[in-house]
């Protein structure tokens, strides 16, 4: 894949969602997850970051939402990509929320969470596909 444009790139190693999520699992029942570049790109400078209240150790279902970012043009509600348990958060991100424009799929990740089911990973979005509607639709 040739490397895109700024706010475009798309790590081969994760799935993505239709709203700008992605996850990287790093162990057989756990993944990464944070906001994609692309995302972080069109909404800007992130000023604010807000986990919901006690949500770790709390049971999600796939698309409810996690945690709240916000920048000068807009505030966005980041979901969990599938359903499982939110097992830890970055608060280094919450602290500094500039990490998640510096380093997106770094430093800027948002939270770990325990997937209850693999099978929810094959409704997810691979790389190409994911390039293809960032690049086709134009909007977040």
């Not at 993505?16 to 993944?31: A, K, L, P």
Request: net charge negative; proline share 5%; glycine share 8%.
């Amino acid at each position: 894949m040739k490397k895109p444009e700024r706010g475009m790139n798309v790590p081969d190693d994760l799935l993505y969602t239709d709203n700008h999520e992605w996850i990287r699992m790093i162990d057989d029942i756990t993944g990464i997850c944070g906001l994609t570049d692309y995302a972080q790109n069109n909404l800007g400078e992130i000023v604010f970051v807000e986990f919901i209240n006690n949500i770790v150790h709390t049971k999600v279902e796939t698309r409810e939402t996690v945690l709240i970012v916000e920048s000068p043009k807009a505030t966005a509600d980041l979901f969990a990509p599938v359903s499982g348990i939110i097992v830890t958060v970055n608060r280094d991100a919450e602290d500094s929320p500039e990490l998640i424009n510096d380093d997106p799929y770094g430093d800027g990740w948002l939270f770990k969470i325990e997937i209850r089911d693999r099978a929810e990973l094959d409704d997810l979005m691979g790389p190409d596909e994911y390039m293809e509607m960032i690049t086709g639709s134009g909007v977040v």
